[in-house]
């Protein structure tokens, strides 16, 4: 960006269900490019890139779901007007049940978005804050991401959009004016591609060092839980899943699933696919390769006597559901939580 062009119109937008964390790490990294290396080394700081506010729909404070105070710098009414609509929106990540309705601001929200993008606005989100673009329509027709607790949610309620849950970051749409983050953490990854992209890839990269910021470089769903799903009230669905969590290893799980229903194989898999998003089988497969997870975490057992231990007479078959549900191999996985061993000891001995 030249620095002789005018700030970057930005707003970073907050609910009380917004995540606090989240959104004051955004103002202070965008509020620091230009300023804080130049500091660091002895030289005059340059024009803001980012003129950062924080604004909710009324500007007024509000306690958030930890109880802590937080005061916007103002309200929405405030940059509604075309020549007010800000260059850049941010909508943090936002502590919601996924199982529940999108709630009641959303509404106002979506019209809100809608405006900024047909002005010609960026608007980006970090892990949950996809739900608001969904609801606003702007993600339709285009690939993101999101949180993977909320993937399968937006993907269902939204068919027209392209979850792609194993990503970290998505820009997407014309020139790129709408880009998705992953999980809550993925706000630097966020705030990297957006430095990079007004500011030039030296700031950025100085940004990254004062920050020890590192962008993800594998996919979400090494990190995600294999079993957050949908709720569902079917009672012979919940009492197979049930049953299947201390038996997956059994080796002819659904077929006793089938049975113990009392439903024939054909119905009790249209029920549970319907209940659950899943098939049977893909169920299984994911209780097998959770419970394959914590071993790898937690055990010294070899890849082999874990791929049987939870059910599969052949460790190739084993290591092929492992890739393809977790996006690394088993042995990758390992070494990636063995790292988490040393912080893990140093709390114990404090």
């Not at 509020?31 to 500007?59: A, T, Y």
């Not at 309705?101 to 979506?110: I, K, N, R, V, Y």
């Not at 430095?195 to 100085?206: L, P, V, Y």
């Not at 010294?300 to 996006?327: H, L, P």
């Amino acid at each position: 960006m030249d620095q002789a062009s005018a700030a970057l119109k930005t707003v970073v937008l907050t609910l009380p269900c917004a995540g606090t964390s989240t959104m004051f790490c955004i103002l202070d990294v965008l509020g620091s490019v230009g300023r804080d290396w130049q500091m660091l080394h002895g030289q005059s700081p340059h024009k803001p890139i980012f003129e950062v506010r924080l604004l909710s729909p009324d500007g007024r404070p509000y306690s958030d779901i930890n109880g802590r105070r937080v005061t916007p710098d103002g309200s929405l009414t405030e940059a509604q007007e075309p020549g007010a609509l800000p260059d850049l929106v941010i909508v943090p990540d936002l502590h919601l049940d996924p199982n529940g309705p999108p709630p009641d601001e959303f509404g106002p929200l979506a019209e809100w978005l809608r405006a900024v993008a047909d002005n010609g606005g960026m608007v980006a989100s970090v892990c949950s804050g996809a739900w608001m673009l969904a609801s606003a329509g702007l993600l339709d027709g285009v690939e993101a991401t999101t949180h993977w607790g909320f993937a399968d949610m937006i993907a269902r309620r939204h068919p027209e959009i392209r979850v792609r849950k194993e990503r970290i970051l998505v820009p997407a749409g014309e020139g790129h004016r709408v880009v998705t983050a992953g999980g809550a953490s993925s706000w630097g990854d966020l705030m990297l591609y957006l430095i990079a992209r007004f500011a030039g890839q030296d700031e950025a990269r100085r940004i990254a060092k004062i920050y020890l910021l590192q962008p993800h470089t594998d996919s979400q769903l090494c990190y995600a839980s294999l079993l957050a799903g949908r709720q569902h009230d079917d009672a012979i669905v919940a009492d197979a899943q049930v049953w299947a969590a201390d038996n997956y290893a059994d080796p002819t799980p659904v077929a006793a699933m089938a049975a113990r229903s009392g439903l024939s194989e054909r119905s009790f898999l249209r029920r549970f696919r319907r209940a659950t998003g899943q098939t049977p089988v893909e169920y299984i497969q994911t209780l097998r390769v959770e419970e394959a997870k914590q071993m790898l975490e937690t055990t010294g057992m070899s890849i082999e006597e874990i791929a049987d231990e939870v059910g599969y007479t052949e460790t190739s078959s084993f290591r092929n559901a492992f890739r393809r549900y977790v996006g690394l191999s088993a042995s990758a996985y390992r070494r990636k939580h063995a790292t988490m061993a040393p912080i893990a000891a140093a709390g114990r001995a404090a």
